[in-house]
């Protein structure tokens, strides 16, 4: 028979288990707004200096620019920045981006460029210094919310990487937010720049809001239009140099809103993965129940059968 007391025990621990999972949830879901509101926030400075790049970029088309960071060479070492998380519970969201980096690594091993890698977050750190992989320099203990001096710290390391020729090409591996309960991880070359497909950048905000209450998510279009410079503007500067100046200033913008995508996906996925884990608590507690329920009927069963039984042998 069934111990009850082990019953009981166990129920109450899936309850205070499911207590605490229910409160990462609803922390989480707070910290997925405040990614929203950082987005939203840093848009107009990234809309403003995609328009000024544009121009100046139709203004210099025809002109010989020669600027370090737009100067492609011959590939033969590739850094790989790689964003994951400090802290785990969040689903497979880590094991997703560092089965993307090995999935490169041997695309590049197969090409017979050497790579480096250059780690944000603990769990890829941990993961690849286990393996004894090249990695160059290591970012812990970040924000979870990510901050403009945190990307520049990121950024300025990855600038003197590529203009001291330690590598040819920087790629930058993270999880691209898609939906609360989607994301995609993605592949994108930070250095050299290019800008190819500013005149289509119709990008998206995501907006967490409730409904019934449930979470969802709503992706809003924002088409910026791309207006030319007028011919007739005259530089106090030459553009080539206004160009050089604002160039980094692209590369950190960049490089935050892809710390701020992954940051949303991070938390997306941990605020799924505890909602999993609550619901799972619930369906635990009910079994559990049902099991009590019966064992507790069988003991009290079994006391009558005892109780008639003595009473028949007197």
Do not use: W
């Amino acid at each position: 028979m069934p111990n009850l007391k082990a019953i009981r025990d166990r129920i109450q621990s899936v309850k205070n288990t499911r207590k605490i999972t229910e409160a990462m949830r609803l922390v989480a879901a707070a910290k997925v707004r405040r990614a929203q509101e950082q987005v939203t926030s840093t848009r107009p400075f990234a809309d403003c200096l995609a328009q000024v790049l544009y121009g100046l970029q139709n203004r210099l088309q025809f002109e010989d620019v020669d600027l370090p960071l737009l100067k492609q060479r011959p590939v033969k070492n590739v850094g790989l920045l790689v964003v994951s998380s400090d802290r785990g519970l969040c689903g497979g969201y880590n094991n997703n981006i560092i089965k993307k980096v090995e999935t490169r690594v041997k695309e590049l091993q197969k090409e017979g460029v050497s790579h480096k890698l250059i780690l944000v977050g603990r769990k890829a750190t941990q993961y690849f210094e286990r393996r004894e992989a090249p990695i160059s320099q290591s970012y812990l203990g970040l924000n979870q919310i990510p901050t403009a001096p945190e990307a520049s710290k990121i950024a300025d390391y990855l600038l003197s990487l590529f203009l001291s020729e330690g590598v040819d090409r920087i790629e930058l591996i993270y999880t691209k937010f898609v939906s609360l309960i989607s994301s995609r991880p993605v592949v994108q070359t930070l250095v050299p720049l290019s800008f190819q497909g500013l005149e289509n950048a119709d990008d998206e905000i995501f907006r967490l809001t409730t409904s019934g209450g449930e979470f969802r998510v709503e992706r809003e279009k924002v088409a910026k239009k791309m207006d030319s410079f007028p011919r007739d503007m005259i530089f106090e500067q030459d553009p080539a140099q206004i160009l050089d100046a604002l160039l980094p200033l692209y590369l950190n913008n960049q490089l935050l809103r892809a710390l701020q995508e992954s940051a949303a996906s991070e938390l997306a996925a941990r605020m799924t993965a505890m909602n999993n884990a609550s619901e799972n608590a619930v369906e635990l507690v009910k079994t559990l129940t049902r099991s009590y329920n019966k064992a507790r009927q069988a003991a009290i069963t079994q006391e009558i059968l005892e109780v008639v039984a003595g009473a028949n042998a007197l």
